[in-house]
């Protein structure tokens, strides 16, 4: 090729050149001086998520607090809080009612059941986990205790020879005709009210009832269909029953109007650790001293966190949720438990601290403590729906 016809082409290029860059759109500096990622971003940080938190509500108050924080840290993750009774948002769950992310009922006992209900329709799979991180840890754990006014639960007391209040003795003092005249007690008090929350909706009334049962066979252990149909323990805890006025769906709920409306409503109750820790400051300008004291059993609840593995839960969603558990479980968001009455899952948190408003400190001379009666083992799910079925038959909650 000749010379000047390789001048004229090379002059053409350049002039091409200058013309694209005059038009061509500006090109972002990001993109023109950064390599591009090879990794894939986290769904829950490449857009906002929603998940559904369903809790039981006698943890509102902690569950509310690590939320506001949680938000302000994982701007991508969007919680919805909806509080239920474990009981009833177990078989809302499995009718469809509520198609939650995340799941956590006052006990195990109620994944177990649900586990199990669930799993009676062959086109279901498993509902919660069985190994991985996604598998269902307590968040905090709490005792059920008896919580009354302090007069009431001084002459039960000393009508059960001066130890822990019973069961028994409760169940004589609810079921006389006499009242409270029958354990000591002031005729003007009237008859013995006992409170609980509705066995078939909330966690600590099946507890309650359980309670009652261990007591009444005098172990803690081993509980069989066969002990529940015994005529003698039936109307043993008919008796006990009927000095029942109300069944709540919440234990939130129900302890709070325990302390709004005092004695004349309820004489004592039985309740969560947590609740009475709440609650027993507020009394103290309404109707008196409120007194804590624990059964001769343990029955712990130990809110455990489960992430579901229906169909109505995403990958991204099961990502979301598992963040906002390990935030829950964090030593920070477990030692701010104690201010709201729970005591921490987490082994390595201190129960006893310095701090002077630690409530197993601050509430002793009321009945707090930290060391607990042995535990007793939850029967299998078969003996639990036996003895719900039981209360049911029985027709005291109508």
Excluded at 346 to 354: A, F, N, R
Excluded at 355 to 381: C, Y
Aim: zero cysteines; proline letters at 9%; glycine letters at 8%.
């Amino acid at each position: 090729m000749k010379p000047r016809m390789l001048l004229l082409i090379g002059v053409l290029a350049a002039a091409l050149g200058v013309f694209y860059l005059l038009t061509a759109p500006e090109t972002p500096r990001a993109v023109a001086t950064e390599p591009e990622s090879t990794s894939t971003p986290l769904p829950s940080r490449r857009r906002v998520t929603d998940i559904t938190f369903l809790y039981s509500t006698e943890k509102r108050a902690w569950v509310e607090a690590a939320l506001a924080d949680f938000q302000r840290t994982h701007p991508r993750v969007r919680v919805t809080l909806v509080g239920r009774g474990s009981l009833e948002a177990a078989q809302a769950i499995l009718e469809g009612r509520e198609k939650p992310t995340v799941w956590s009922p006052a006990d195990s006992a109620e994944l177990r059941m649900l586990a199990a209900d669930w799993a009676t329709d062959a086109a279901h799979g498993p509902l919660f986990a069985t190994e991985g991180e996604a598998v269902p840890h307590p968040l905090v754990i709490t005792p059920l205790v008896f919580v009354g006014w302090q007069d009431r639960m001084d002459v039960l007391r000393k009508a059960g020879g001066g130890a822990a209040l019973s069961w028994k003795t409760l169940q004589r003092a609810v079921a006389s005709d006499r009242g409270w005249p029958a354990v000591g007690g002031p005729p003007e008090w009237g008859f013995v009210k006992l409170g609980h929350t509705d066995p078939t909706k909330s966690n600590s009334g099946l507890q309650a009832l359980l309670s009652a049962t261990l007591e009444y066979l005098g172990r803690r252990t081993a509980v069989k269909e066969g002990d529940l149909l015994d005529p003698g323990y039936q109307a043993w805890l008919q008796g006990l029953e009927r000095g029942v006025t109300r069944f709540e769906p919440s234990t939130g709920t129900f302890m709070t109007d325990l302390v709004r409306y005092g004695p004349s409503r309820y004489d004592l109750a039985l309740v969560y650790e947590s609740l009475a820790i709440a609650q027993l400051g507020n009394a103290q300008g309404r109707w008196g001293p409120l007194r804590v004291d624990y059964p001769p059993v343990t029955l712990w609840s130990d809110h455990p966190a489960a992430v579901l593995q229906a169909d109505w839960v995403t990958p991204e969603q099961r990502e979301a949720a598992l963040e906002w558990v390990a935030f829950l479980r964090s030593p920070a968001v477990q030692a701010r438990a104690l201010a709201f009455g729970f005591r921490p899952a987490d082994p390595s948190v201190p129960l006893k601290t310095p701090d002077a408003d630690n409530p197993f400190t601050r509430l002793a001379a009321q009945g707090i403590r930290v060391d607990v009666p042995p535990a007793a083992d939850v029967p299998d799910a078969s003996v639990l729906r036996t003895l719900l079925e039981l209360w049911t038959r029985m027709g005291v909650g109508r």
